[in-house]
C-alpha cells in the first residue's frame, strides 16, 4: 500500500499507473537539477529529518532521492516507540533530546504525529534482567532521566491487565512514547521542500562515480546529479550504496516482524516490553495492539514475506502477558529490515578517504527515534558548526582499525 501524503489533499492520492503524485511542494517527475551542494540518497526518516534540519538552517540547495515512495523502507514498517531507557550516556541524551522533538513536532512542523508519552514498561522474568535495569535506571536517573524500579504489584498498577506469573521486577520511564511514524516522514517531506529542498521519489541510485575535484555523480533513471557532498541514509542498503564507491559497510539487513490488531478501547497507557523475549506491543491511538516479538534464525535477508511461526510466537507470548488479548483479532501483519551493525551502534562521519561521502546507517530497531537528533546534529556540522562526539564516536573506522571502544557498549538494544 503506498501512504498518501495527507488525507486533505486530493493531490496527494497515489497514482496506481505507477508514478506517486505528491503535493505541489514534492516532486516525484521530472530530469534532476544538474549540481547540488548536497545529495541526500534514501527518503526514510534518516534522510528527509537530515534534509528539514539542512533547510532550517539555510543549507537548502539540497535534493532527497528515494527509490520508491516515502516510507517505503523501515521508516513506513515500525512500531514507533520513542524511549530514554539505554545503557550508556551518549544514547540516553541523544534520546533525551530527541524526545524533546518529538513533543514540539505538530508545533514545529504543522503535522500532528500523535505522540503520547505513557512512557515503557520492561518487564524482567530473573534476578539478573532485574541487575541489568537497575544498573541502567542509576545512570537514567544521573542525566535527569525519572525512570524508577518496580515490583510487580507496582507494574500492575500501571497496566491491570498484565499476568504477573514469572514476573520479577519492572523498570518505567513515564516520558517515553509511541508515535505514529508516516506522518512523522511527510511532516519533515512537507517543510523541507516548502524550504526549497527538492524531493524526488521512483528515483532508484545506480551508480555513484567520484568527480575529479571532490564530489560525486550520482546517476539514476531521471538523470545524473553533480552533488559536492553525498549522503547515505539508505537504511538497511547502505552497504549496497556504499559499495558502488568502494566503501566497505559492515551492516547486514535483519527482517523484523509486526502485526496489528483490531481496535480496542483504549486501556494500555504504555509500551510493555518483555526483556526474556523481546514481546513488545503498545496501543495506538486508533486502538490496535501493535508489536511484535524476536523470532531468532531469520538470518540476514532482504525479503519482507511474513511468517505463521512469527503470528504463533508473538500470540502465545502476548497472551501469557495479558491473558485479556486472547480474543483479540490481529488484521494486519508485516514485516521491515533491521539495518544491523555489528556492535548495535550507528555509524555516522565519513570515512577518511572519501571526505564527502557521509553515513547514517546501522540504527538496528532504534533509527526512528534517533532521526530527529541525527538529523539536526549533522545539520549543524554540515553548515559550519564543530561536530557533535557522536560523529568521532561513531565511526566506520571502528570496525577496521580497532578502535572499537570509541563507541560505548551499549546493550539495551531491544524493544
Ligand atoms: C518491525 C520494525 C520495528 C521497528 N520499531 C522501531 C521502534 O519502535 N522505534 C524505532 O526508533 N525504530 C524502530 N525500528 C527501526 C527503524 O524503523 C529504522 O531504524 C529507521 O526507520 C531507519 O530509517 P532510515 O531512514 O535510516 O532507513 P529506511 O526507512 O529504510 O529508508 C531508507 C530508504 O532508502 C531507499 N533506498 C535504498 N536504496 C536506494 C537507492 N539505491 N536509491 C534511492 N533510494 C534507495 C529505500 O527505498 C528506503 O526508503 C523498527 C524497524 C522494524 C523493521
Request: neutral net charge; proline residues 7%.
Amino acid at each position: 500500500m503506498q501512504p498518501t501524503i495527507d488525507d486533505e489533499e486530493d493531490d496527494s492520492r497515489a497514482d496506481l499507473s505507477g508514478e506517486i503524485r505528491l503535493p505541489a511542494t514534492l516532486e516525484g517527475a521530472g530530469p534532476l537539477p544538474a549540481r547540488a551542494e548536497i545529495a541526500i540518497v534514501g527518503g526514510g526518516v534518516m534522510g528527509l529529518s537530515i534534509a528539514y534540519h539542512l533547510a532550517r538552517r539555510g543549507l537548502t540547495d539540497v535534493i532527497v532521492i528515494e527509490r520508491g515512495y516515502l516510507a517505503e523502507g523501515a521508516s513506513g514498517r515500525n512500531g514507533g516507540g520513542v524511549r530514554q531507557q539505554w545503557s550508556t550516556e551518549i544514547n540516553i541524551r541523544l534520546m533525551q533530546e530527541s524526545v524533546e522533538l518529538c513533543r514540539r513536532f505538530a508545533v514545529d512542523l504543522g503535522v500532528n504525529v500523535w505522540f503520547r508519552q505513557g512512557g515503557y514498561l520492561f518487564l524482567a522474568r530473573n534476578a539478573k534482567e532485574v541487575a541489568r535495569l537497575e544498573k541502567n535506571i542509576d545512570l537514567q536517573n544521573r542525566f535527569g532521566v525519572h525512570t524508577r524500579m518496580l515490583d510487580p504489584a507496582q507494574a500492575r498498577d500501571i497496566v491491570p491487565e498484565l499476568d504477573l506469573t514469572g514476573i520479577v521486577g519492572a523498570s518505567y520511564n513515564p516520558s517515553d512514547g509511541i508515535l505514529f511514524p508516516w506522518p512523522f516522514l511527510w511532516g519533515y517531506a512537507r517543510q523541507a521542500a516548502a524550504h526549497g529542498v527538492r524531493i524526488f521519489t521512483q528515483t532508484p541510485v545506480g551508480t555513484i562515480e567520484p568527480m575529479a575535484g571532490g564530489g560525486y555523480l550520482v546517476k539514476t533513471p531521471r538523470g545524473a546529479v553533480a552533488a559536492r557532498r553525498l549522503i547515505n541514509a539508505t537504511g538497511a542498503w547502505s552497504p549496497q550504496l556504499a559499495a558502488m564507491i568502494g566503501v566497505d559497510v559492515p551492516t547486514h539487513p535483519i527482517r523484523h516482524e509486526i502485526c496489528s490488531s483490531e481496535p480496542l478501547k483504549p486501556f494500555l497507557k504504555p509500551m510493555v516490553s518483555e526483556l526474556s523475549s523481546g514481546l513488545y506491543c503498545s496501543q495506538s491511538m486508533r486502538g490496535e495492539i501493535v508489536g511484535g516479538v524476536t523470532v531468532p534464525g531469520h538470518g540476514s535477508t532482504y525479503g519482507m514475506g511474513s511468517t505463521l511461526e512469527f503470528l504463533a510466537t508473538y500470540a502465545r507470548r502476548l497472551v501469557r502477558l495479558m491473558p485479556i488479548l486472547g480474543e483479540v483479532k490481529i488484521l494486519r501483519q508485516w514485516a521491515g529490515p533491521y539495518d544491523q551493525s555489528p556492535d548495535g551502534n550507528p555509524i555516522l562521519g565519513a570515512p577518511a578517504d572519501h571526505p564527502d561521502f557521509f553515513l547514517a546507517c546501522g540504527f538496528v530497531g532504534h533509527g526512528f527515534m534517533m532521526a530527529p537528533i541525527v538529523g539536526k546534529l549533522y545539520a549543524e556540522w554540515l553548515t559550519g558548526e564543530p561536530p557533535h562526539e557522536i560523529f568521532s564516536r561513531y565511526t566506520l573506522r571502528r570496525f577496521h582499525d580497532g578502535s572499537g571502544a570509541s563507541a560505548p557498549k551499549e546493550d539495551f538494544n531491544i524493544g
